[in-house]
């Protein structure tokens, strides 16, 4: 870590790596857009979805082709040998297919996939043996051998893919039905009613886009039988959507739940492999829920449903008897007063009966363990639990990422149950964190990155000590970014106070700061909740080219960003468009202080809620920034979805105060400084109404700004060569506006 630092009276801590050294005698080449998004990946190959096999000797990944960085290949690692062979070629194994339209959309929906090709997740069989690969909408079974055999021949793909738990069956779902095919027999349909707006063994839109539930169907151990969740479209209002592209125009009658319309009907089955003995789950008098989560019990006696009730303010977990479908509640969460209740994947059943939850009941995320009735908290403090890596059943301990740290890092720490709250940190200081187990907690895959330094993976043991490199991915010669590491600039930390005197993050990266010299900002942000920006990690090289085209890259996290505890994160509650632009303009106007910014030629830009945050900024501070970009804006938030806007800005219907108030087109005439609307014109997401919807309004009142849309692109604009136009768009804007 580098010395702290003086600048402009506020302290400044920047992360130094020994990594950053390039020749001297080497005069760097210039950084391009072209390059930046262009192949192989600037920050190095970066395995992903990584997974230990069954018996521990193999560590499989997907990686990315060095000339086709969003296509990917099936890679397994020797943990014996540290050899390294490729197992699955995906442009020699896959036909090439389209995809269905259906799978398009689940991979829009799942953001660490969207817009990759090729093998974009696999599963290992549990005897370890074999591995069920998905390629353009075909299932494979690929051999340790190298042997890749065909599963399926679908006109309708197969969506959802798993081997069972007992390594019996391969099930998927095809044409809104689940399939399960005995591994070497036939494929049979365990539901034929599925079609118009009924779904078998999906999750339903808001379910994959807000709730992070890729799945409707969960195995139960031993594959003695299938919880399958059946849902109905039909109430949900349809939206034609209008998929603009290059040739032509495609309209889609989409069934999109708005806030304050109705959601789908859900309905939870179990029954047999076959199909037969198909028993109804009990979910409650209130048919206006959220299934958000199930899992069956290690010993497959029972069902674990977590109900979310409409509003988000309590979260019930049942416990159901798969052979009759009756119910009962285990226990409840329950929001505090002017706040919701968050969903969280950080939990484990256990094989002795019990339960390892991650709960905010005392006002921060931690984790609980319910045994017995009894309830025994095993973390404390204002710091937040973001993960369960793995549990070790054994020796009663627990393996888990959160921030106890400082919110700017991401650490493995361990705690015993039989030790609550003496807490162990297994990762190095300085870094942003992220860790996966094997079953049985005896190892770690960690990935690790800092400012200075791209994504890291290495495999541990369960000390956290390092056993060996998965990645190491120096910037060393050979690395697609070591011949920028010489004109690399340092990300320097900070502070400010909120109104009410909550503590504001922000990081900055400056070109190397010339005495007297004053440089333009390209202020970012996100700013809506559940998200953090900054944070001691590798941010890529786009934010290192506009440094090197003279601008400040700076942002701040507000007040109802997240990992911070829900008394912070709460202040959006019915407030959208308030506490988090007062926050963003605070940290523009401090920058406006400092000697070394030119206070006339701050930008600003943001996409999605940053895009509906760039308006609302200009809205309430004309004359604050030289130029913005809101990239598909929500402009009115009725226009979103249910689970996501209702859990922070209510029913439109009993909270229209704070919708009229929230709303980005009711303002739009205050903005004065220049504008640049961008959205791609088949979102399904943001959909595009929302920016047409505030072109006639600024139209209507004459005025003035610009508009770039993509046609033929959803909610995510981005690509080789669309990349480099968006930006060069995006830049050219402001150089205009500015002057440069």
């Known amino acids: ?429 300085g870094w942003w964190n992220g860790a996966t187990m094997d079953n049985a907690a005896s190892r770690i895959i960690v990935s690790r990155s800092n400012p200075d330094q791209p994504t890291q993976v290495y495999l541990a043991d369960a000390s956290g000590k390092r056993l060996s490199w998965v990645n190491e991915n120096a910037l060393t010669a050979g690395h697609p970014y070591y011949p920028y590491v010489g004109q690399h600039q340092p990300t320097k930390f900070g502070t400010l106070k909120a109104a009410d005197g909550s503590t504001l993050h922000w990081e900055m990266i400056t070109p190397v700061l010339e005495p007297g010299k004053q440089y333009p900002v390209f202020f970012e942000h996100y700013g809506g909740p559940h998200s953090q920006t900054v944070s001691r990690n590798w941010a890529g090289a786009l934010h290192q080219y506009l440094v090197a085209q003279g601008y400040i890259v700076f942002m701040i996290d507000n007040r109802g960003s997240a990992n911070r505890g829900m008394a912070f994160e709460s202040q959006l509650y019915r407030a959208a468009g308030t506490v988090e632009v007062a926050d963003q303009l605070l940290g523009a106007n401090w920058l406006k202080q400092q000697a070394f910014v030119a206070s006339d030629k701050i930008v600003t830009y943001g996409w999605s809620y940053g895009g509906y945050m760039t308006l609302k900024m200009l809205e309430a501070a004309p004359g604050m920034f030289a130029a913005g970009v809101a990239g598909a804006p929500v402009t009115k938030w009725e226009l979103y979805d249910t689970h996501y806007t209702e859990r922070y800005m209510g029913d439109p219907a009993t909270d229209a105060k704070a919708y009229a108030a929230s709303s980005a087109l009711t303002d739009a005439p205050k903005i004065s400084d220049p504008l640049l609307l961008i959205h791609g014109m088949s979102d399904d997401n943001v959909f595009f109404e929302n920016s047409t919807a505030l072109a006639a309004r600024l139209q209507a009142s004459a005025t003035p700004f610009e508009m770039m849309f993509y046609p033929g692109f959803t909610h995510r604009v981005s690509g080789p060569q669309v990349g480099e136009h968006l930006w060069t768009t995006i830049l050219d804007f402001y150089a205009r506006r500015m002057g440069k």
């Open 1 to 429: 870590m580098a010395k702290p630092w003086l600048l402009a009276g506020v302290m400044l801590a920047g992360l130094g790596s020994p990594a950053l050294a390039a020749d001297p005698a080497t005069p760097p080449p210039p950084l391009t857009l072209k390059r930046v998004f262009g192949s192989p990946d600037l920050s190095g190959p970066q395995p992903q979805s990584l997974k230990l096999s069954p018996d521990g000797t193999l560590l499989t990944s997907l990686k990315p082709r060095a000339d086709e960085k969003q296509r990917f290949d099936l890679w397994a690692l020797d943990t014996r040998t540290g050899q390294e062979r490729m197992l699955v070629d995906s442009k020699k194994v896959g036909s090439g297919a389209e995809l269905s339209e259906a799978e398009k959309m689940q991979r829009e929906r799942d953001r660490s996939i969207s817009g990759k090709t090729g093998i974009v997740s696999y599963e290992w069989s549990p005897d370890g043996n074999t591995i069920l690969v998905p390629i353009d909408g075909d299932l494979y079974l690929a051999g340790l051998d190298g042997t890749v055999t065909r599963l399926t021949e679908n006109v309708g793909g197969a969506l959802n893919p798993k081997i069972s738990p007992g390594g019996g069956f391969v099930s998927y779902v095809r044409d809104q039905n689940l399939v399960v095919q005995p591994l070497g027999g036939a494929a049979r349909m365990l539901t034929d009613d599925g079609k118009g707006t009924v779904h078998w063994g999906e999750a339903e839109f808001v379910a994959q886009e807000e709730m992070n539930r890729r799945t409707g169907y969960w195995w139960a151990p031993g594959d003695r039988m299938v919880a399958v969740e059946r849902f109905d479209e039909a109430p949900v209002g349809v939206i034609t959507r209008a998929a603009i592209g290059a040739n032509g125009t495609k309209t889609f009658d989409q069934r999109y739940p708005a806030a304050g319309k109705p959601n789908v009907l859900v309905d939870l089955y179990v029954m047999k492999p076959d199909g037969t003995g198909r028993v109804k789950v009990d979910l409650g008098r209130d048919t206006d829920i959220y299934l958000a989560r199930v899992d069956w019990t290690p010993d497959g006696s029972a069902l674990l449903v977590q109900r979310q009730n409409r509003a988000q303010t309590v979260l019930d977990v049942l416990k159901v008897d798969p052979a009759t479908g009756k119910s009962s509640v285990l226990f409840s969460e329950q929001a505090r007063p002017n706040s919701w209740v968050n969903l969280s994947d950080a939990y484990r059943l256990l094989d002795d009966g019990s339960l390892i939850w991650s709960s905010e009941r005392d006002g921060y995320a931690h984790l609980y363990r319910l045994k017995g009735g009894k309830w025994t908290q095993l973390t404390k403090g204002d710091w937040v639990v973001n993960d369960v890596a793995g549990v070790d059943q054994a020796r009663g301990r627990i393996f888990f990422t959160g921030n106890k740290d400082g919110v700017l890092e991401r650490h493995l720490y361990s705690v015993d149950i039989a030790q609550p709250n003496v807490i162990t940190r297994l990762t190095e200081p």
